[in-house]
């Protein structure tokens, strides 16, 4: 059963106009990638700077994955911080793909952030080319965490970061197994905390996990 706040969420963004097909797609939200993008930048704009500030502290000239990136609201808050930084984003539904290109373009960023179609799970990228992956709200709909995690651990160079921000519920118990029981996470160090994504809120209902790979 959802938490209160999650079907909260999700019932904000499904007031949106539907778009008749985007139900039909992996990863639909119900609705057009142009309203999701509206009213998710509105709703978690909050998150989303958080996130964007801790990508944003990578060293000169990394390479950040942002899985789940919809209409890329992270990737693109990074790029406009980082002109240094390159950045991809991933994605399982077309339509965000098609949202988060089209919005790298007509920012004249498209020439450094590169929108991929596809599965956590499969990661279309070679081995230990990533700084850092992100993902921002979009774990607790994978359906494999510990093969996504595992993907994780392929890509991301020694000394890299994963960085989950998620609802508590997932954050807390989905990513932490995985992490435990793949050898390539051996050594690493774990960081969890609450995230506190909107002022009028009493409490906190996001949390954070980073993982850092030990260094060669």
């Known amino acids: 059963m959802r938490r209160p706040l999650t079907t909260a969420l999700h019932g904000l963004l499904r007031l949106a106009p539907a778009h008749r097909h985007a139900h039909r797609e992996p990863g639909g939200m119900g609705m057009s990638s142009v309203w999701y993008d509206r009213l998710s930048g509105r709703l978690l704009g909050g998150l989303y700077r958080r996130a964007a500030a801790e990508t944003a502290s990578l060293p000169r000239g990394g390479t950040v994955l942002d899985i789940g990136t919809g209409p890329g609201h992270l990737l693109l808050a990074a790029a406009r911080r980082r002109p240094d930084l390159r950045l991809h984003g991933l994605d399982i539904a077309p339509s965000m793909v098609d949202r988060a290109r089209h919005k790298a373009a007509a920012q004249g960023l498209d020439d450094r952030v590169t929108v991929h179609l596809g599965d956590a799970a499969h990661l279309p990228l070679e081995d230990r080319t990533m700084d850092l992956v992100v993902t921002t709200l979009s774990m607790h709909h994978w359906a494999d965490v510990p093969g996504a995690v595992g993907e994780v651990a392929r890509v991301l160079r020694p000394g890299g970061r994963f960085v989950v921000y998620d609802f508590r519920s997932v954050a807390d118990v989905r990513p ?14 774990v960081e969890h905390d609450p995230v506190r994504a909107f002022a009028w809120l009493p409490f906190r209902p996001f949390a954070r996990l980073a993982v850092r790979l030990p260094a060669d």
Do not use: I, L, S
């Open 176 to 189: 932490t197994g995985a992490v435990a029981t793949d050898p390539r996470f051996a050594g690493a160090v």
